[in-house]
């Protein structure tokens, strides 16, 4: 039988005080249309939070890269370093709204601050 991925609660940022942590203390690192702050932290499980610029119009647009992204990190968070707080901003549209090209991205800018697992 298949195990379960689940995304719970205690794996979201969630508060503004905890964006403003890991905005002020972590690591920046951009990509072509979004980027990643990442703050090492010493609790054992990583969380990470979601932000869309309001530069991409229409709330439909803005849902649908919110869901895609929630699902990259719910599908690979076996690959991604424990201990480890991540705020994505996207803020540029993609050419296309796929999931392939928001996994991509993730990983590569993961890999570049050198908390993805080999």
Do not use: P, W
């Not at 979601?50 to 229409?58: A, E, Q, T, Y």
């Amino acid at each position: 039988m298949e195990k379960r991925l689940k995304r719970c609660q205690s794996q979201k940022i969630t508060q503004t005080k905890e964006y403003d942590r890991v905005f002020k203390n972590g690591k920046k690192f951009s990509g072509t249309f979004l980027k990643i702050h990442i703050l090492k932290t010493a609790a054992n499980k990583g969380k990470n939070g979601i932000i869309i610029s309001r530069r991409i119009k229409g709330s439909v647009r803005r849902n649908r890269y919110k869901r895609l992204l929630r699902e990259v990190f719910r599908l690979n968070q076996h690959e991604f370093a424990a201990g480890v707080e991540v705020v994505v901003v996207l803020f540029k549209k993609t050419e296309k709204d796929s999931y392939a090209v928001m996994e991509d991205e993730i990983k590569r800018l993961m890999s570049k601050a050198g908390y993805l697992k080999k």
